[in-house]
């Protein structure tokens, strides 16, 4: 068994360093990104509530940048994109956009429309049914019964259950 050189030891563990750097900055990109990303879903949400649509639009716009930018700063660094922020950021993007969807009456995005893993859509949709249930709370206490009754309906409509 041969030893490896001083020099050739020294060059493995730059080249290690050089890798751990990368994805250090990956990381934290990533993680502003999804700080920045989730600051607007809730507030598009709040927006949503307001019935200031299009506010809610111009923040899930935002949105979508920052988690372009997250993505596009992962590279090939799979255990930094799984490590669950990321995931967080995706759901509340989902349900932002699911809360926009149900509330003015327009079809819903799938996952892939909103370039997200099919598991934070998911977990955005059940966040989503919660925010439409405030929204048909408050319809009844605006005595805005026919909204509450269409939103019921197209949470209904939309996701099968009856």
Not at 75 to 94: I, S
Not at 101 to 111: D, I, K, M, Q, R
Not at 118 to 130: D, F, I, K, T, W
Request: aromatic residues 4%.
């Amino acid at each position: 068994m041969t030893l490896g050189t001083p020099g050739q030891i020294a060059a493995a563990g730059e080249a290690a360093r050089a890798v751990l750097e990368e994805k250090h900055a990956a990381r934290e990109i990533t993680l502003a990104a999804s700080r920045r990303r989730s600051g607007r879903g809730a507030s598009a949400i709040r927006a949503v509530h307001r019935r200031e649509f299009r506010e809610a639009r111009a923040l899930i716009a935002e949105a979508a940048a920052y988690l372009a930018e997250a993505e596009s700063a992962l590279g090939v660094h799979g255990d930094v994109r799984y490590g669950g922020f990321l995931n967080d950021a995706k759901k509340e993007f989902a349900e932002a956009n699911l809360t926009l969807a149900f509330v003015e009456g327009n079809s819903l995005s799938t996952a892939a429309e909103l370039g997200v893993d099919v598991q934070p859509y998911l977990n955005g949709m059940a966040e989503a049914a919660s925010e439409l249930r405030r929204q048909v709370l408050d319809c009844l206490r605006r005595d805005e019964g026919a909204e509450a009754e269409r939103l019921l309906g197209s949470w209904t409509t939309s996701t099968g259950c009856s």
